[in-house]
């Protein structure tokens, strides 16, 4: 019988980088001139949601389909909402 590999779970720590989207997000949604009541109202979200993704002290992870959504209303490319400051 051959070995069996061992499985071991790894843990992230992403607070940093979901804290960095927030920030990113709330960047370009006010360069835009929304305010978050109207992303939430274009996304279909609360906007206590979008204010709950944008707060440095909540992480709120979100969907590949929330980001995409909110890169389209916002009209920047997913990848500057992903750039990450060190």
Same mark, same amino acid.
């Given at each position: 019988?051959?070995?069996? $590999?061992? $499985?071991?779970s790894?843990?992230?720590?992403?607070?940093? $980088?979901?804290?960095?989207?927030?920030?990113?997000?709330?960047?370009?949604?006010?360069?835009?001139?929304?305010?978050?009541?109207?992303?939430a109202?274009?996304?279909?979200?609360s906007?206590?949601?979008?204010g709950?993704?944008?707060?440095?002290?909540?992480?709120?992870p979100?969907?590949?389909?929330?980001?995409?959504?909110?890169?389209?209303v916002l009209?920047?490319?997913?990848? $500057?909402?992903?750039?990450?400051?060190?």
């Amino acid at each position: 019988m051959p070995p069996t $590999k061992e $499985k071991t779970s790894a843990t992230f720590n992403n607070r940093r $980088k979901f804290i960095e989207l927030g920030y990113n997000i709330a960047y370009y949604r006010k360069h835009a001139g929304l305010t978050q009541e109207q992303l939430a109202e274009e996304l279909g979200i609360s906007r206590q949601h979008i204010g709950a993704i944008e707060a440095p002290n909540i992480i709120r992870p979100i969907s590949l389909e929330l980001l995409f959504n909110i890169s389209t209303v916002l009209d920047v490319e997913p990848a $500057k909402l992903l750039t990450f400051r060190d």
